[in-house]
């Protein structure tokens, strides 16, 4: 056994994977009186949930406070329409019905939260924001979770990973887990998947999803993620459900001198003028404020990048008024990019090749491999939109169309990234696993970014921002509490 092994073989819940799925599952068993085993094959707890900045939530007592005027019945609304009604209905009723008493339950257990916020214009608050360290705001939410797991005499078993799935007759009993070099079997009642999705597996990334992982799509805090819940579950007879379906984004650029969340990466992602390999515009800029849309357009451009291009005038404006897209809960709206020289000077002094300047827009197509008269003409077509007032191709709003004349001109690698997967194992809404006859598997729960059907083809960003955190620790905790009926507690 590993540190926090209290030496038991048997179990009434093992929960798969320590990241806030898992964790919340484990909690939620354990304070209802069951003996829990939570296995993680990382050496430490958090997974991605330790860079996450908040989670979603709807008639929680923070929006209460701020008047906001969103219903339950809302939400479920606008997150289907959003799915076209692809996604499971009872699926995204439990999760909201949910998402109000999971923070303050999450308080009860030392979660801290600094404010329900929006991150695009008139935006909806249902981003409730963690108090935590920028970029790893998360983390102490994870240690408030495991802390009080341990408290409640929750093992929790590191370097374990589970290999296998062990069934007697229909129902889940038992797996084979992985401890010190050695595989064993651990009985139990009923198993909860958490397991973190499949964001490093490059088979399945090709397979699904038509991507060269590392190659044209960057997973971005995603470690060690192979779908190994996924796949345990598939070979129980479980149906397969969200595949192929990630939570895009426009991220960069990359490299020496580039930050993450930095003055380069701001100025990157605002929407100026986005061009493709080639030099030709390819959207509407303004695109960025939704998330979602923003990696869905870059992600149709399958060289797995773009530019970015502006010039003097758009550098002057952003360093003396601020942005118009936030870039992570420390760089929101107005924010002013005094960094941006500075961090401009030392990439260029390393030969960053993802950021470039040049005194013409000749120069700076030469500078970043574009032929100089195709990107000539486009920032042509493009100024003379900006000049009429309306963008004839793309209909972007007057408010963002700005001519690009000033010298010296610009240009930001902006690279298709991704968040995680978001779908796998299908369910239903206890979050129990169902076979391809829509049947339970009894004694088996699948949670987090191991399931599917919370969302249709796209993440949710518009109607319900946070989801993946929220649905993260709700289905945990409604798996969790499903559990505990199934072994009688």
Same mark, same amino acid.
């Given at each position: 056994?590993?540190?926090?092994?209290?030496?038991?073989?048997?179990?009434?819940?093992?929960?798969?994977?320590?990241?806030?799925?898992?964790?919340?599952?484990?909690?939620?068993?354990?304070?209802?009186?069951?003996?829990?085993?939570?296995?993680?094959?990382?050496?430490?707890?958090?997974?991605?949930?330790?860079?996450?900045?908040?989670?979603?939530?709807?008639?929680?007592?923070?929006?209460?406070?701020?008047?906001?005027?969103?219903?339950?019945?809302?939400?479920?609304?606008?997150?289907?329409?959003?799915?076209?009604?692809?996604?499971?209905?009872?699926?995204?009723?439990?999760?909201?019905?949910?998402?109000?008493?999971?923070?303050?339950?999450?308080?009860?257990?030392?979660?801290?939260?600094?404010?329900?916020?929006?991150?695009?214009?008139?935006?909806?608050?249902?981003?409730?924001?963690?108090?935590?360290?920028?970029?790893?705001?998360?983390?102490?939410?994870?240690?408030?979770?495991?802390?009080?797991?341990?408290?409640?005499?929750?093992?929790?078993?590191?370097?374990?990973?589970?290999?296998?799935?062990?069934?007697?007759?229909?129902?889940?009993?038992?797996?084979? %887990?992985?401890?010190?070099?050695?595989?064993?079997?651990?009985?139990?009642? %009923?198993?909860?998947?958490?397991?973190?999705?499949?964001?490093?597996?490059?088979?399945?990334?090709?397979?699904?999803?038509?991507?060269?992982?590392?190659?044209?799509?960057?997973?971005?805090?995603?470690?060690?993620?192979?779908?190994?819940?996924?796949?345990?579950?598939?070979?129980?007879?479980?149906?397969?459900?969200?595949?192929?379906?990630?939570?895009?984004?426009?991220?960069?650029?990359?490299?020496?001198?580039?930050?993450?969340?930095?003055?380069?990466?701001?100025?990157?992602?605002?929407?100026?003028?986005?061009?493709?390999?080639?030099?030709?515009?390819?959207?509407?800029?303004?695109?960025?404020?939704?998330?979602?849309?923003?990696?869905?357009?870059?992600?149709?451009?399958?060289?797995?990048?773009?530019?970015?291009?502006?010039?003097?005038?758009?550098?002057?404006?952003?360093?003396?008024?601020?942005?118009?897209?936030?870039?992570?809960?420390?760089?929101?709206?107005?924010?002013?990019?005094?960094?941006?020289?500075?961090?401009?000077?030392?990439?260029?002094?390393?030969?960053?090749?993802?950021?470039?300047?040049?005194?013409?827009?000749?120069?700076?197509?030469?500078?970043?491999?574009?032929?100089p008269s195709v990107l000539k003409n486009t920032l042509d077509e493009y100024n003379a939109c900006c000049d009429k007032g309306h963008d004839e191709i793309f209909a972007k709003a007057l408010k963002y169309l700005r001519a690009l004349k000033t010298p010296p001109f610009y240009a930001m690698k902006a690279y298709t990234v991704f968040l995680g997967s978001l779908g796998g194992i299908k369910i239903n809404h206890k979050m129990e696993v169902v076979d391809k006859e829509a049947k339970v598997i009894p004694g088996l729960y699948a949670v987090g970014t191991d399931a599917g059907g919370l969302y249709g083809d796209t993440y949710c960003f518009l109607p319900a921002s946070?989801?993946?955190?929220?649905?993260?620790?709700?289905?945990?905790?409604?798996?969790?509490?499903?559990?505990?009926?199934?072994?009688?507690?």
């Amino acid at each position: 056994m590993k540190t926090g092994s209290t030496g038991k073989s048997d179990y009434d819940i093992l929960v798969i994977g320590g990241g806030a799925s898992g964790l919340a599952a484990a909690l939620t068993a354990v304070e209802g009186g069951a003996r829990v085993a939570l296995f993680e094959k990382m050496r430490y707890l958090g997974g991605s949930s330790s860079f996450a900045e908040g989670m979603f939530a709807v008639e929680s007592e923070m929006q209460r406070k701020l008047y906001m005027n969103y219903s339950r019945d809302q939400a479920f609304q606008a997150m289907m329409d959003y799915s076209h009604w692809r996604a499971n209905p009872r699926l995204v009723r439990a999760f909201i019905d949910a998402s109000a008493g999971t923070i303050n339950w999450l308080q009860q257990q030392g979660v801290e939260f600094l404010e329900a916020m929006t991150n695009m214009p008139d935006g909806l608050r249902t981003v409730h924001i963690l108090k935590g360290p920028s970029g790893a705001r998360g983390s102490p939410m994870i240690k408030a979770l495991a802390a009080r797991c341990r408290e409640k005499g929750t093992d929790i078993i590191l370097e374990a990973p589970v290999k296998q799935l062990i069934r007697k007759g229909k129902s889940t009993t038992g797996v084979l %887990a992985e401890r010190e070099g050695k595989q064993e079997p651990v009985n139990t009642k %009923a198993v909860i998947i958490a397991s973190g999705g499949y964001g490093n597996n490059q088979e399945w990334i090709k397979h699904y999803c038509g991507f060269d992982l590392g190659v044209n799509l960057i997973p971005i805090r995603n470690y060690d993620k192979t779908g190994d819940g996924i796949r345990m579950a598939w070979e129980t007879g479980a149906a397969e459900e969200g595949m192929g379906v990630l939570q895009f984004f426009r991220a960069g650029p990359f490299g020496p001198g580039a930050r993450m969340m930095g003055h380069l990466e701001c100025a990157g992602l605002q929407p100026y003028l986005w061009v493709n390999r080639q030099g030709e515009r390819f959207c509407d800029e303004a695109v960025a404020f939704n998330d979602s849309y923003m990696g869905n357009v870059t992600a149709r451009l399958k060289e797995g990048y773009s530019y970015t291009i502006f010039d003097d005038t758009a550098r002057k404006e952003m360093i003396e008024h601020g942005i118009d897209k936030y870039v992570g809960y420390i760089n929101m709206p107005g924010t002013r990019l005094s960094t941006f020289d500075e961090e401009l000077k030392e990439a260029l002094g390393k030969k960053n090749p993802g950021v470039a300047m040049a005194g013409t827009i000749e120069g700076l197509a030469a500078k970043i491999g574009i032929k100089p008269s195709v990107l000539k003409n486009t920032l042509d077509e493009y100024n003379a939109c900006c000049d009429k007032g309306h963008d004839e191709i793309f209909a972007k709003a007057l408010k963002y169309l700005r001519a690009l004349k000033t010298p010296p001109f610009y240009a930001m690698k902006a690279y298709t990234v991704f968040l995680g997967s978001l779908g796998g194992i299908k369910i239903n809404h206890k979050m129990e696993v169902v076979d391809k006859e829509a049947k339970v598997i009894p004694g088996l729960y699948a949670v987090g970014t191991d399931a599917g059907g919370l969302y249709g083809d796209t993440y949710c960003f518009l109607p319900a921002s946070g989801a993946t955190l929220g649905f993260a620790i709700n289905s945990g905790r409604i798996a969790g509490k499903n559990a505990l009926k199934y072994i009688g507690r």
